[in-house]
């Protein structure tokens, strides 16, 4: 099974972008279909952009459609999300998970530490 370990969080300003990364660790990575998750303070957690295993095909939620990028780099084990023109309301913390399909974005393992992304008006 993999690992996933996510970075890159931090305080920014509201209009700024940011990127995070998630890390996986195993040979496994590639055979994974990996998405980002968000758990706004006293929210649920919810999912927010998901991309397969070869890093065509991509779904990202409604909520934040225009706004994300999500890449990946399967020779680095590696997959980004880029967020566009912050907002206060998009301070989260940040997962990544591996995910049952795109469609779903049904999270298959467990949760790791998440990476904070706050950001300031």
């Known amino acids: 099974q993999v690992q996933l370990h996510e970075s890159g969080g931090g305080l920014v300003q509201a209009g700024e972008s940011l990127t995070l990364s998630c890390t996986g660790s195993g040979d496994t990575f590639i055979r994974h279909t990996i998405g980002w998750f968000r758990q706004i303070p006293g929210e649920e957690r919810e999912f927010v952009a998901g991309?397969?295993?070869?890093?065509?095909?991509?779904e990202y939620a409604d909520s934040v459609n225009g706004r994300l990028t999500i890449s990946r780099d399967n020779g680095k084990n590696l997959v980004t999300l880029e967020i566009h023109s912050l907002k206060p309301e998009d301070t989260a913390v940040y997962y990544c998970n591996t995910l049952a399909d795109l469609r779903s974005g049904r999270p298959l393992g467990s949760w790791g530490q998440g990476t904070q992304v706050t950001v300031s008006s």
């Open positions: 991309v397969g295993r070869i890093g065509a095909a991509k």
